[in-house]
């Protein structure tokens, strides 16, 4: 079973376009987690989100929580944004994270 | 700005050998997970450890893992015979409090298990 499912699986992009990563899930959920995974396997978290919207340069995430429904955006997308973006959501009865498969970004120049 | 550490980034070992992945959580963190990725797979749970105990275990982490905060500092992964299936890479994080705050991860130790 798949609780949390994100879209694309892949993303290649040019320079400049806007992002769009989208990440769904089944369970209940106290809050959402979008991460990055650059290539040498660090984990670095961007966002938690438990409602609305949030913002931090470039990046904004979203949440819907009656439609069960996050998205990520990247603005002016740049190379140096390639990495694999990871939706993960904590379930309201544990502490656990439970994490998406991620979605692989490469920005071309 | 504050960060989880571990050490070692790389640890090569033999099937059968234990070794102790090791983890600085943030200071004032009170909350503590160990997750693991397979190469290729997904992020995985393995524990969550709160108030110097277990709080949340997955059926991964089973009778050959333990996890202590041996010094107050050190929050740590042991795998007593590591078998070749335990090869991944196995993340660190903390948190201030169990459900809604950020967790924070270390960069993660590649084990591989030959």
């Known amino acids: 079973k798949n609780e949390v499912e994100q879209s694309p699986q892949n993303l290649t992009a040019q320079e400049g376009e806007f992002i769009t990563i989208n990440c769904s899930y089944s369970?209940?959920?106290?809050?959402l987690h979008w991460l990055q995974q650059h290539p040498g396997g660090g984990i670095v978290s961007l966002f938690m989100?438990?409602?609305?919207?949030k913002k931090h340069g470039r990046l904004i995430a979203t949440i819907n929580i009656q439609e069960k429904h996050s998205s990520l955006h990247i603005t002016a997308s740049h190379p140096r944004d390639s990495a694999v973006y990871i939706c993960?959501?904590?379930?309201?009865?544990?502490?656990?994270?439970?994490w998406g498969a991620g979605t692989k970004l490469i920005i071309k120049p | 700005e504050p960060e989880v550490t571990q050490t070692p980034s790389h640890q090569v070992t033999q099937m059968g050998q234990e070794v102790i992945l090791r983890c600085v959580p943030i200071?004032?963190?009170?909350?503590f997970y160990w997750y693991r990725q397979i190469l290729g797979q997904k992020v995985e749970f393995l524990v969550s450890?709160?108030?110097?105990?277990?709080?949340?275990k997955s059926e991964i982490f089973d009778d050959q893992f333990s996890v202590e905060r041996p010094d107050g500092s050190n929050f740590t992964l042991k795998i007593r015979s590591t078998k070749l299936e335990d090869s991944a890479m196995y993340f660190c994080?903390?948190?201030?409090?169990?459900?809604?705050?950020?967790?924070?991860f270390g960069q993660g130790t590649r084990l591989t298990v030959v």
């Open positions: 994080a903390s948190g201030g409090e169990g459900g809604n705050t950020e967790a924070f």
């Open positions: 200071s004032n963190h009170l909350y």
């Open positions: 450890f709160y108030n110097n105990e277990i709080s949340e």
């Open positions: 369970v209940g959920i106290s809050a």
């Open positions: 989100l438990s409602s609305g919207k």
């Open positions: 993960a959501v904590r379930m309201d009865s544990n502490y656990q994270l439970i």
